[in-house]
T-cell receptor
Framework: GQQLNQSPQSMFIQEGEDVSMNCTSS?????WLWYKQDPGEGPVLLIA?????ELTSNGRLTAQFGITRKDSFLNISASIPSDVGIYFC????????????FGKGITLSVRP | DSGVTQTPKHLITATGQRVTLRCSPR?????VYWYQQSLDQGLQFLIQ???????AKGNILERFSAQQFPDLHSELNLSSLELGDSALYFC????????????FGEGSRLTVL
């Protein structure tokens, strides 16, 4: 089946630092999405990307849809303590019955 | 608040038992999804419904079943529970069935002892 690879499993950064995460797949996706899960909550959509090469920002977050359509990147600039959480990438192929496939997530810790 | 409501928030039961998890989607959303989240498997897609009809199936065990009712709420039934079924079960909804922009509930944490 389709698999999305996110590594490392955990990242530790200092408040104020920038951090980059990537997500790769052996399959081509037509949509890439990034979700964040806070402790005790459900995942929340951060950014959705629909076109290869697309670069989209949401505040301090910037995500890119790789031109090969097999990867995506999320950058968080000037991290703050509330950026702590699990960041999931998700990919979806086209088609009415296409399922959303999630990566296993990266747990981000921000040291004050 | 995503607008997706899940009950119960926590559930503790014994092996062999049966439980029902309930989900009310966001107002106006016709599509409901169920995901299982365990520590080592991440978010696993179980099943999707759209306007009462099953739309897509993922890694859902035969011991599990779901349905979406005319009022669009959905239930996930888990039977003959095993220790390995302990996990967070999330419901999500979307306006249309083929879009990846999902709104997740807070989840139901199931512990099987």
């Amino acid at each position: 089946g389709q698999q999305l690879n996110q590594s490392p499993q955990s990242m530790f950064i200092q408040e104020g630092e920038d951090v980059s995460m990537n997500c790769t797949s052996s399959s081509i996706f037509n949509t890439w999405l990034w979700y964040k899960q806070d402790p005790g909550e459900g995942p929340v959509l951060l950014i959705a990307l629909y076109k290869a090469g697309e670069l989209t920002s949401n505040g301090r977050l910037t995500a890119q849809f790789g031109i090969t359509r097999k990867d995506s990147f999320l950058n968080i600039s000037a991290s703050i303590p509330s950026d702590v959480g699990i960041y999931f990438c998700a990919g979806q192929m086209s088609g009415a019955n296409s399922k959303l496939t999630f990566g296993k997530g990266i747990t981000l810790s921000v040291r004050p | 608040d995503s607008g997706v409501t899940q009950t119960p928030k926590h559930l503790i039961t014994a092996t062999g038992q049966r439980v029902t998890l309930r989900c009310s989607p966001r107002s106006g959303d016709l599509s409901v999804y169920w995901y299982q989240q365990s520590l080592d498997q991440g978010l696993q897609f179980l099943i999707q419904y759209y306007n009462g009809e099953e739309r897509a199936k993922g890694n859902i065990l035969e011991r599990f079943s779901a349905q979406q009712f005319p009022d669009l709420h959905s239930e996930l039934n888990l039977s003959s529970l095993e220790l390995g079924d302990s996990a967070l079960y999330f419901c999500a909804s979307s306006v249309v069935p083929h879009i990846g922009e999902l709104f997740f509930g807070e989840g139901s944490r199931l512990t099987v002892l």
